[in-house]
């Protein structure tokens, strides 16, 4: 059974760092390709930052582009995302996942798939 646990949240100053892992038990996390998603009370998900299983390849929304960071460790079939210089408007529930089925690494981004595996979701605070 394939299963991804995400952890790592956790209340944070603004300005402050976390990072976020994905562990992977029941597959590989070279056949996916992988990203992190959040939801805040009151809006939609939105796609934060993806990676491809093929070539690297990432994408990352606008609204963290030059904060957040996505890779992958093989040896430990663990997915990370390293968030700095955190902002309020970033506190959300964060859901790593592997959507199915992808066209490209931005698409899968932006409207995941209906199917693939999720994580049960980690609990990221931005607040003084």
């Known amino acids: 059974q394939v299963q991804l646990v995400d952890s790592g949240g956790g209340l944070v100053q603004p300005g402050g760092s976390l990072r976020l892992s994905c562990a992977a038990s029941?597959?590989?996390?070279?056949?996916?390709?992988i990203g992190w998603f959040r939801q805040a009370p009151g809006k939609e998900r939105e796609g934060v930052s993806c990676?491809?299983?093929?070539?690297?390849?990432?994408f990352h929304a606008d609204s963290v582009k030059g904060r957040f960071s996505i890779s992958r460790d093989r040896a430990k079939n663990t997915m990370y995302l390293q968030m700095n210089n955190l902002k309020p408007e970033d506190t959300a529930t964060y859901y790593c996942?592997?959507?199915?089925?992808?066209?490209?690494?931005?698409?899968?981004?932006?409207?995941?798939?209906?199917?693939?595996?999720w994580g049960q979701g980690t609990q990221v605070t931005v607040s003084s």
């Open positions: 996942a592997a959507p199915s089925p992808i066209t490209t690494i931005q698409e899968m981004c932006i409207r995941p798939g209906p199917n693939g595996p």
């Open positions: 029941g597959v590989s996390l070279d056949t996916y390709a």
């Open positions: 990676i491809s299983n093929i070539d690297g390849t990432t």
